[in-house]
């Protein structure tokens, strides 16, 4: 099992930025992907950013330029640094994990809530 635990969301006005931080424990010498998925109220879930080892970060066009997705080679922390935010990005984020097995490890999520 992974354990994920995610800090720094919040509420801060638009055109400013926060950084979300994940800590990982467990089993964590099987990730191979670590990342950021989020919910918007009344939307499914969508990935925001993720890192597969050796490779670089793939974002979503909505995010591109404004974040920023940084992991440690031990898979012990996962973080985005989010800028220039934007209503749109009102969201609960989730710190998001997959082993080599393919199984799926997911945070609690935390809340970042931009105002206009």
């Known amino acids: 099992q992974v354990q994920l635990v995610e800090s720094g969301g919040g509420l801060v006005q638009a055109g400013g930025s926060l950084k979300l931080s994940c800590a990982a424990s467990g089993r964590i010498a099987e990730i191979t992907t670590m990342g950021w998925y989020r919910q918007a109220p009344g939307k499914q879930r969508d990935l925001v950013a993720h890192i597969t080892s050796g490779t670089t970060a793939d974002y979503a066009s909505s995010v591109k330029g404004r974040f920023t997705l940084s992991r440690d080679s031990a898979n012990k922390w996962v973080v985005l640094q989010m800028n220039s935010l934007k209503p749109d990005d009102t969201a609960v984020y989730y710190c998001?994990?997959?082993?080599?097995?393919?199984?799926?490890?997911w945070g609690k999520g935390t809340l970042v809530t931009v105002s206009s």
């Open positions: 998001y994990a997959q082993t080599v097995y393919a199984k799926d490890f």
